[in-house]
């Protein structure tokens, strides 16, 4: 099993320019996470999707968008970046249970480096 | 929503000797309390966890407690070792909602 796959592993932009951040799980798990974190910082909660069709704000939504396209692919949007963007991002995955078991841990994908000139 | 504090955000101790990492959280449903290790250009992994049914749990090295009342929760590490150098994060979570909420980190350095 591959677990959490980001595309691509690396991307340079220029201001203005739109891309799309591609994350797939093998793992069947309900519940996606996109994440940035900033040189010498924590992860910050972009978007995320508890289960599929549906998807909420985290902490820093400004200038994102995302889709949860089934329940393996939820794809983070940028469509206009901007320098304060430049980032790492990360992708995760997980299963909530209801009940005692409640959460699980998060999977991580191995990032994308996003520079924005 | 949910905040948690982590201290502190840089740690050197020499090899062999204990590390402990401490976090706060204001959410008093929380329930969820998992520690994360982030390697240099790497990914975060999950090194341990805890749930709010128990006060302490232990893996090998490592240990994690939680005080429910006071709503902190460490991370233990014991007779530290190089590769024991990275980057330490703890975080919280609602048992069946999705979103956790990470400290902000604390780096671990090995002396030699």
């Not at chain 1, 992860?43 to 985290?58: F, M, N, Q, W």
Request: contains cysteine; aromatic residues 10%.
């Amino acid at each position: 099993n591959a677990g959490v796959t980001q595309t691509p592993k690396f991307q340079v932009l220029k201001t203005g320019q739109s891309m799309t951040l591609q994350c797939a799980q093998d793992m069947n798990h309900n519940s996606m996470y996109w994440y940035r974190q900033d040189p010498g910082m924590g992860l910050r909660l972009i978007y995320y999707s508890a289960s599929e069709g549906t998807t909420d704000k985290g902490e820093v939504p400004n200038g994102y968008n995302v889709s949860r396209l089934n329940k393996r692919e939820f794809s983070l949007r940028l469509e206009s970046a901007a320098p304060s963007q430049t980032s790492v991002y990360f992708c995760a995955s997980s299963e909530v249970f209801v009940g005692v078991q409640g959460n699980q841990p998060q999977h991580f994908g191995d990032g994308t480096r996003l520079s924005i000139l | 929503g949910e905040n948690v504090e982590q201290h502190p955000s840089t740690l050197s101790v020499q090899e062999g000797d204990s590390a402990v990492i401490k976090c706060t959280y204001s959410d008093s449903a929380s329930n969820y309390f998992p520690w994360y290790k982030q390697e240099l250009g790497k990914r975060p992994q999950l090194i341990i966890d805890i749930r709010s049914n128990v006060g302490e749990k232990k893996d090998q090295r490592i240990a994690v407690t939680l005080n429910k009342t006071a709503k902190h929760f460490s991370l233990h590490i014991t007779e530290t070792q190089p590769e024991d150098s990275a980057v330490y994060f703890c975080a919280a979570s609602q048992s069946s909602a999705s979103k956790i909420i990470f400290g902000s980190g604390t780096r671990l350095s090995i002396r030699p």
